[in-house]
């Protein structure tokens, strides 16, 4: 029998047909006002040009925070792997062969973030590989844990509640809610708590806070840091992995290889000899599917001899400084973090894609959010700035966004 369970009136299954009847009008006025499923065609820095048009503009939605995806090092690093290997992707389980130069990848990214890293084909691939895992109760000493979801987890993790639930008891509580956490592990002999390092539409975990609860009461830390890494910390960390010092047997950090490392992929970054061997026995995505690609090792390996150099920190600054100016022109509720995703809130669906659309015809790509990825009425624009935006496309992008906020909140007499 499935131990699902409610926490308050946060659901912990899944409700599919419902949230496509909710969301869907969000979704065709999306695509009908341009704004989503663009194609388009890179160009230098943040540019893309969009071929239907021919038009180019300042790309404010990609997630390449050290504008690192477009790092000629990292272009050739890719390009290379693939002539030496001589094959772009090998169709077979990890468990009976790999590249050569995977291990050697992995090897560098275990010296890199001094953890035993595993790679995976992306961070979603990761998490449905570790969340099975660790409610099984083979990283809790063989007591399956409390699994306990915060409300804002990424889809990528939230997704799974249903597989994780036929294992043991899932939880979902209000978003950072430690009061709640706490009390969880007060009453459970084991709890994990399922969490984001960084929240995909802007906010933080309280790691310190995390980290004093799990000394306290043996709580088992899930994060996925996938927007959090790169941008901070010694070799490019990340927010996460800085913040919380060894990983030991109570911690285990999900991250992408994509976003600001530059790269494709993702990893999980674990404690112990004995996880590692766990995650390459019986992790899904490791036992069942084929590993990153050739051109995705050799980036990766190009940008992680790019976080051992001075340039990493370079362009670490070049983020925080154009984080400083934006939020000096733009307030919203994430001014004064060192991460990198805005929100500017509007409300309404369909004005928020109305807003999105104005600023993609001034030359300006931005991510309209509405629901289900934010609450219903609380729509608005993300912006994810990176160190390659120049400090004149902010200020053409803040005059812009300044400019239809103000025409939303004009009456119409």
Same mark, same amino acid.
Request: hydrophobic share 45%.
């Given at each position: 029998?499935?131990?699902?369970?409610?926490?308050?009136? /946060?659901?912990?299954?899944?409700?599919?047909?419902?949230?496509?009847?909710?969301?869907?009008?969000?979704?065709?006025?999306?695509?009908?006002?341009?704004?989503?499923?663009?194609?388009?065609?890179?160009?230098?820095?943040?540019?893309?040009?969009?071929?239907?048009?021919?038009?180019?503009?300042?790309?404010?939605?990609?997630?390449?925070?050290?504008?690192?995806?477009? /790092?000629?090092?990292?272009?050739e690093?890719?390009t290379?792997?693939?002539?030496?290997?001589?094959?772009? /992707?090998?169709?077979? $389980?990890?468990?009976?062969?790999?590249?050569s130069? +995977?291990?050697?990848?992995?090897?560098?990214l275990?010296?890199?973030?001094?953890?035993?890293?595993?790679?995976?084909?992306?961070?979603?691939?990761?998490?449905?590989?570790? %969340?099975?895992?660790?409610?099984?109760?083979?990283?809790?000493?063989?007591?399956?844990?409390?699994?306990?979801?915060?409300?804002?987890?990424?889809?990528?993790?939230? /997704?799974?509640?249903?597989?994780?639930a036929?294992?043991?008891?899932?939880?979902?509580?209000?978003?950072?809610?430690?009061?709640?956490?706490?009390?969880?592990?007060?009453?459970?002999?084991?709890?994990?708590?399922?969490?984001?390092?960084v929240?995909?539409?802007?906010?933080?975990?309280?790691?310190?806070? #995390?980290?004093?609860?799990?000394?306290?009461?043996?709580?088992?830390?899930?994060?996925?840091?996938?927007?959090?890494?790169? !941008?901070?910390?010694?070799?490019?960390?990340?927010f996460?992995?800085? $913040?919380?010092?060894?990983?030991?047997?109570?911690?285990?950090?999900?991250?992408? #290889?994509?976003?600001?490392?530059? *790269?494709?992929?993702?990893?999980?970054? %674990?404690?112990?000899?004995?996880?590692?061997?766990l995650?390459?026995?019986?992790?899904?995505?490791?036992?069942?599917?084929?590993?990153?690609?050739?051109?995705?090792?050799? $980036?990766?390996?190009?940008?992680?001899?790019?976080?051992?150099? $001075?340039?990493?920190?370079?362009?670490?600054?070049? +983020?925080?400084?154009?984080?400083?100016?934006?939020? *000096?022109?733009?307030?919203?509720?994430?001014?004064?973090?060192?991460?990198?995703?805005?929100?500017?809130?509007?409300?309404?669906?369909?004005?928020?894609?109305?807003?999105?659309?104005?600023?993609?015809?001034?030359?300006?790509?931005?991510?309209? !959010?509405?629901?289900?990825?934010?609450?219903?009425?609380?729509?608005?624009?993300?912006?994810?700035?990176?160190?390659?935006?120049?400090q004149?496309?902010?200020?053409?992008?803040?005059? *812009?966004?300044?400019?239809?906020?103000d025409?939303?909140?004009?009456?119409?007499?």
């Open positions: 029998m499935r131990k699902e369970q409610m926490s308050g009136q /946060h659901r912990t299954g899944r409700n599919t047909a419902a949230m496509i009847d909710a969301a869907a009008s969000s979704f065709e006025a999306a695509h009908y006002q341009g704004i989503m499923a663009l194609y388009a065609i890179p160009k230098t820095g943040r540019s893309v040009q969009l071929p239907v048009t021919g038009k180019t503009v300042v790309d404010f939605v990609r997630c390449s925070y050290l504008g690192l995806d477009n /790092h000629p090092a990292i272009i690093g890719a290379k792997t693939v002539r030496d290997s001589g094959a772009l /992707h090998w169709s077979c $389980a990890r468990t009976r062969l790999n590249f130069v +995977l291990g050697d990848l992995e090897a560098e275990s010296s890199l973030f001094d953890a035993q890293v595993v790679t995976f084909t992306t961070v979603l691939a990761a998490n449905m590989s570790a %969340l099975p895992l660790l409610a099984s109760g083979h990283m809790t000493s063989g007591r399956k844990p409390v699994m306990v979801f915060d409300r804002l987890a990424h889809a990528t993790l939230a /997704h799974h509640k249903a597989v994780v036929e294992e043991t008891t899932v939880e979902t509580i209000a978003h950072n809610d430690l009061d709640a956490l706490e009390a969880l592990c007060k009453s459970h002999h084991q709890v994990a708590y399922i969490c984001d390092g929240y995909s539409m802007g906010g933080h975990a309280p790691l310190e806070a #995390l980290r004093s609860l799990q000394d306290k009461y043996g709580l088992f830390l899930y994060v996925d840091d996938a927007h959090g890494i790169s !941008i901070e910390g010694r070799h490019g960390a990340g996460a992995r800085s $913040a919380l010092g060894p990983l030991g047997e109570r911690t285990i950090v999900a991250a992408s #290889l994509g976003k600001g490392f530059g *790269a494709s992929g993702g990893m999980l970054m %674990l404690g112990t000899a004995r996880q590692e061997l995650f390459r026995r019986f992790a899904i995505a490791y036992a069942f599917s084929a590993s990153l690609n050739t051109a995705a090792i050799g $980036a990766a390996l190009a940008s992680a001899a790019i976080h051992r150099t $001075a340039e990493l920190a370079q362009r670490q600054q070049s +983020l925080r400084n154009n984080l400083v100016l934006l939020d *000096a022109l733009l307030p919203t509720d994430q001014a004064s973090s060192i991460l990198p995703i805005r929100t500017v809130p509007i409300g309404d669906e369909l004005l928020a894609v109305a807003a999105a659309r104005q600023l993609l015809a001034q030359g300006f790509y931005t991510s309209a !959010i509405f629901f289900p990825t934010v609450a219903r009425g609380e729509a608005g624009i993300r912006i994810c700035l990176t160190s390659d935006h120049s004149q496309q902010i200020r053409d992008l803040v005059a *812009a966004v300044n400019g239809i906020i025409e939303i909140r004009t009456p119409i007499l």
